[in-house]
């Protein structure tokens, strides 16, 4: 039985689904793209920045490994532990109170030398849906480097990012919709440790009745 989400507050329906019912089906489509790209339902999976568990509901359909998911929300954390870890206990959530300018204003923590609350090689998969088109480069890059520490060798990352070549559309003073361009991110990849498998161009600079795949996915290799 899906996890029922009719109990998540409209205020935690902040990830450009702007409906619950655009978020379930949103959600699904991130848990098909996960499993066409190398999800083991056997899997220990982290979700960075894993938000009101719009991909951690539907996960609990497919996923018997077990899942972390951390934000820097505490209500969107608080509702997730409520009402998923409260029926799937292998799907474990934790608040961070990392500071961001839109998420987390009074978070005292910051982005750029954060440790996440893991072990080393702990995950075979780790994934982050929006997470980076929210983060400063110097977040990301550190972001990247914890990746790197707690996925095993050969472990698989899917994220998703705003890749664009027009480097006016840099805004350094804007933690949202943060966007980069191809090389400079294949080259953060190889410096954190990771070598790209692929590349999904996404759909938000194109006129596209699918805006379940809005944003640009990599999916990378932990070397
Ligand atoms: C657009 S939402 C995406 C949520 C979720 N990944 C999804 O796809 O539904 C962006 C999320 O990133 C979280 N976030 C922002 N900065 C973060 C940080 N430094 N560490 C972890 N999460 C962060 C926000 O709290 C928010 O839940």
Redesign the pocket.
């Known amino acids: 039985m899906p996890i029922n989400q009719d109990s998540l507050p409209k205020s935690l329906l ?4 702007s409906t619950l019912e655009h ?1 379930i089906i ?2 699904k489509a ?1 848990v098909k793209k996960l499993k066409e790209n190398g999800l083991m339902a056997n899997d220990r999976v982290l ?9 951690a509901a539907p996960l609990t359909d497919y996923l018997t490994g077990s899942y972390e998911g ?4 505490k209500e ?1 954390i608080e509702w997730c532990s409520s009402s998923i870890t409260k029926e799937y206990k292998n799907f474990k959530f934790i608040h ?1 109170d ?3 300018a ?3 204003k009074k978070g005292v923590l910051s ?1 750029s030398t ?1 440790v996440l609350p893991y072990k080393d090689n702990e995950f075979d998969y780790c994934f ?4 980076f ?3 400063l480069p110097e ?1 990301t890059r550190n ?1 990247l480097c914890e990746i790197r520490r707690v996925i095993k060798v050969g472990g698989l990352c899917l994220a998703s990012f705003f890749v664009s070549c027009k480097n006016e559309d840099f805004d350094k003073n804007c ?1 949202s919709k943060y966007h980069y361009s191809y090389d400079y991110l294949i080259n953060l990849f190889t410096l954190s440790g990771f070598f790209v498998e692929k590349f999904i161009k996404g759909c938000w600079d194109q006129p596209s009745e699918n805006k379940e795949y809005y944003q640009d996915c990599f999916v990378i290799r932990a070397r």
């Open positions: 902040y990830v450009g689904s978020q949103c959600g991130l979700d960075l920045g894993c938000g009101s568990g719009r991909v951390f934000d820097i929300h969107a961070s990392v500071y961001n839109v998420y987390n982005a954060y982050a849906f929006s997470l088109t929210h983060l977040d972001y933690e």
